[in-house]
């Protein structure tokens, strides 16, 4: 009798692995991780949408607009396990002297992550998660002669900026530094349902700051 049970649960065990699989495999293809509703105003910015920016070294003005908007599911692979499950992308892009693109990944393991994208090739791209909104946070980071920090470094109450006060004002900011003195350190001042007021730049001792004039916002 105990033999036969035996022989029995041996044969059960790959049934059940088979089933276990087949239960994961489903699962990776209903998975989709949207953007969190609460991010939206953050990130979500659609044609119509401009903001008239000032250069306080030159003092030109910069009309940067949305000219693209596209939000889309993209289906996950599961033979790629960073691409596991499906999320939504949120992209739009600007005509700007400055700014490239806005970016936003609602597959992170942290609710999403937003980048935003510079002209810049050298400044490249910064980026905050979710959580680092409803959780203000800075994430500073040593490596062997290197320091990486990223995140949201300060909340303002208010924030005067060209005669306008802003409220809840997030210093989203990236400081990268090396042994040898090299240096990038990007701050964009931030408000919900308005964008960037603020962008501060820093490389190689060379200061750039974009100040919000006025703007026009479709979400």
């Not at 942290?110 to 680092?132: C, H, S, T």
Request: proline residues 4%; glycine residues 6%; neutral net charge.
């Amino acid at each position: 009798m105990q033999f036969k049970s035996i022989a029995s649960i041996k044969l059960l065990l790959p049934l059940a692995g088979f089933l276990l699989l087949t239960m994961c495999k489903k699962e990776s293809e209903d998975k989709i991780y949207y953007i969190p509703t609460d991010f939206r105003p953050w990130v979500i910015y659609k044609p119509g949408t401009y903001w008239i920016y000032k250069n306080e070294i030159t003092g030109l003005q910069d009309c940067t607009y949305v000219n693209y908007y596209n939000d889309k599911v993209l289906p996950g692979s599961p033979k790629d396990s960073r691409w596991l499950y499906s999320a939504e992308i949120a992209e739009c892009a600007f005509s700007s002297s400055f700014l490239g693109s806005f970016t936003t990944d609602g597959s992170s393991y942290r609710g999403a992550y937003y980048k935003i994208f510079l002209k810049n090739p050298v400044l490249g791209e910064m980026g905050v998660y979710y959580d680092q909104i409803v959780h203000p946070s800075f994430e500073k980071y040593r490596g062997v002669g290197i320091i990486e920090n990223y995140g949201v470094d300060t909340v303002y109450l208010s924030e005067d900026v060209n005669g306008i006060s802003f409220n809840n004002v997030y210093d989203l900011r990236q400081e990268w530094i090396n042994s040898f003195g090299d240096s990038l350190v990007i701050s964009a001042h931030f408000v919900k349902s308005i964008g960037i007021i603020k962008l501060w730049t820093y490389i190689e001792k060379q200061d750039t700051t974009w100040t919000l004039v006025r703007w026009n916002v479709i979400q």
